[in-house]
């Protein structure tokens, strides 16, 4: 049994709360940090068995108990925490991204240089059944050398412009998951990206210095080739999907629906939309991720999505970034970090 803290009771801290609570059942969730908490909060908590709270997270760093931290407060403080939780002994599940700058993700891995402590990034979709599927079959052989790699990630809504401000930019808030996708797909990085996009879902976004909508073409090192598209809202709702082609054939899957009832009549044929968003789409990939790393403690082997994991898609979307600034194709090398 290993016993946790999270830093961070919003809304993925949440979802974290309530994996370890009803799915993880090697690991118990001790404290739970937040400088906001409120009585509504802490009534949640303690319902779902949480034994202590506090607005303090040095007092989860500072507790002998505590072996491992999970890192779910806004994303300016996932660096400076991590490093804080390492010092102090802790293994760190820390959401992505760990940081919008390379230089303190470059500290965090530093700082986890000759250590024996776990950390893992939160790329959830990793653990989705379905993503997995299309891995394995990769991995079995099933579809032979992979040639081209497409992912669709489309959300049902999009955020305020006052969080586009402050969220890094689709490439970095959004996006991040496809980078980390592709790779995970592909089985290694990318060499080059380029990206078409608009502001065509809400003008706000635009006037915020963000876009809404992409088509980004990727060249990996495996020598496929690679498309992410995005749009901020899908009228018709979450829409996330993969496809490996390959030589000899072709993974694909479609989303996850309520339920798989078609209707037949005389109007037409018609079937569930997506389930909404990711809270409803990624319940069971949240708590597989945290079974995951929980287990990589327990039996002392390298996490799944490891710290290097967290910087590439970073790099990624610092290179979508440039290629929309100066409209042309990026080398990834051209990223210094
Ligand atoms: N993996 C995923 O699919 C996924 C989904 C949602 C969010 N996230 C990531 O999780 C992070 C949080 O997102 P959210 O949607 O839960 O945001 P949120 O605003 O709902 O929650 C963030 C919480 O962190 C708290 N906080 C801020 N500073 C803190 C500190 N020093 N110590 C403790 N708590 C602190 C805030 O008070 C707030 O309650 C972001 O970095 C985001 O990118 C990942």
Redesign the pocket.
Known sequence: MVTVGI?????????HTRSICNFVHNAKLKTV?????NEE?EKWLKDMGVQNTT???HEILNDPEIQAVLI???????SP?SLEAIAAGKHVFC???IDHDLGRIREVLKALEGSSLKYQV????RFDHNFAAVKQAVLDGKVGDPHIIRITSRDPEPPSPAYVAV?GGMFL?MTI?DFDMVRFLAGCDAEEIYVQSAVLVDPGIGEAGDVDTAVITLKMANGAIAVIDNSRRAAYGYDQRAEVFGSKGMAATSNDTASSLVLSTAEGITGEKPLYF??ER?TES?AKEITCFIDSIENDTPTLVGAEDGLKPVLMGIAAKKSVEEHRPVKLSEIVY
Do not use: W
């Not at 940090?33 to 908490?37: E, K, N, R, T």
């Not at 779910?72 to 403080?77: E, F, N, P």
């Open positions: 830093i961070g009771a919003g809304r993925i801290g949440k979802v940090a937040d400088p906001f908490m909060t607005k303090d997270y779910c407060s806004s994303t300016d403080t996932h925490i959401e992505k991204p939160g790329f959830n979709r969220s808030d998951h990711f809270l990624y949240f």
